[in-house]
């Protein structure tokens, strides 16, 4: 059974970072892309960027440059670094396995950027 348990969210002042996990098991971590997606309270997910089995990355044009994403397969942990924070930002963050997709997801981790 695929399981991923984000982490890692919480109150940030604007410009903050942070950065989230996401503990994988149930599948074969080195051998999967994985993606972090994003839902704002009110609005449709949101894609952020992906990764694949050589540490290829693709972001949205909107969060390049302040958010990287990042995977250690000795760990089966995905990672989002998460920088330059903005009240815009604020939103449930969840990993997803696969690329550039929504489904599986773990149950997230809130991010909440405000002063």
């Known amino acids: 059974e695929v399981q991923l348990v984000e982490s890692g969210g919480g109150l940030v002042q604007p410009g903050g970072s942070l950065r989230l996990s996401c503990a994988c098991s149930?599948?074969?971590?080195?051998?999967?892309?994985m993606t972090w997606v994003r839902q704002a309270q009110g609005k449709d997910l949101e894609w952020i960027a992906s990764?694949?089995?050589?540490?290829?990355?693709l972001y949205s044009n909107s969060m390049k440059g302040r958010f990287t994403i990042s995977r250690d397969n000795a760990k089966n942990t995905l990672y989002l670094q998460l920088s330059s924070l903005k009240a815009e930002d604020t939103a449930m963050y969840y990993c997803?396995?696969?690329?550039?997709?929504?489904?599986?997801r773990g149950q997230g981790t809130q991010v909440t950027v405000s002063s």
């Open positions: 997803a396995k696969g690329w550039r997709v929504a489904s599986p």
């Open positions: 149930g599948f074969a971590f080195d051998d999967s892309p």
């Open positions: 990764i694949n089995t050589w540490d290829v990355t």
